[in-house]
């Protein structure tokens, strides 16, 4: 029950679709899914604000670096400054790790949130799932990235979350 839409071959592909003809297809792809995810938004660029324009949730995700603390100061910044309800966002903190220099609570003091979700660094799994182009479940069932990803998607998606589990466990 998965569908991905994806630019890859053609990065340049996108610039050809308006912005407008972008926020227009959301409505209508929504008629068909129960979730849409949009990824690889780095930049708040034309096509990106007219997504978040359509979106229910954006989830900031940042590593424990100072760059990337800046980044979502400046993220957060923009979002605040464009009106986007900071209820309708979370903040993941991915491939964490205890003894990371940046910790949490520092992100927290340097940007005024704290994360929403924790993703554990495991590089191995991931790089090992990635190579076998099979799920972290397959691969690593009990690993903490994988509780921790698993977590976040129950929290994020709920029902549809469980569903597909008791779907994968017959």
């Not at 938004?41 to 949730?57: C, I, K, Q, S, W």
Request: one cysteine or more; hydrophobic letters at 40%; charged letters at 30%.
């Amino acid at each position: 029950g998965l569908y991905v839409l994806s630019q890859v071959g053609d990065i340049d592909g996108l610039t050809r679709l308006s912005p407008h003809r972008l926020r227009a297809s959301i409505p209508k792809l929504r008629r068909h899914f129960d979730v849409l995810i949009v990824d690889g938004a780095r930049d708040f660029t034309e096509h990106t604000l007219a997504v978040l324009d359509e979106v229910g949730e954006v989830l900031l995700v940042l590593t424990e670096d100072v760059p990337a603390v800046r980044g979502l100061a400046a993220r957060l910044g923009l979002l605040d400054r464009l009106g986007f309800d900071p209820t309708r966002r979370r903040i993941v903190l991915n491939r964490h790790r205890s003894r990371s220099r940046v910790k949490p609570r520092a992100i927290v003091e340097a940007v005024g949130v704290c994360a929403n979700y924790l993703v554990a660094n495991d590089f191995p799994a991931v790089h090992r799932s990635l190579d076998e182009g099979r799920t972290l479940l397959e691969v690593a069932r009990r690993a903490r990235v994988t509780r921790d990803i698993e977590k976040m998607t129950h929290d994020l998606f709920g029902e549809l979350a469980s569903d597909s589990q008791a779907r994968r466990k017959r």
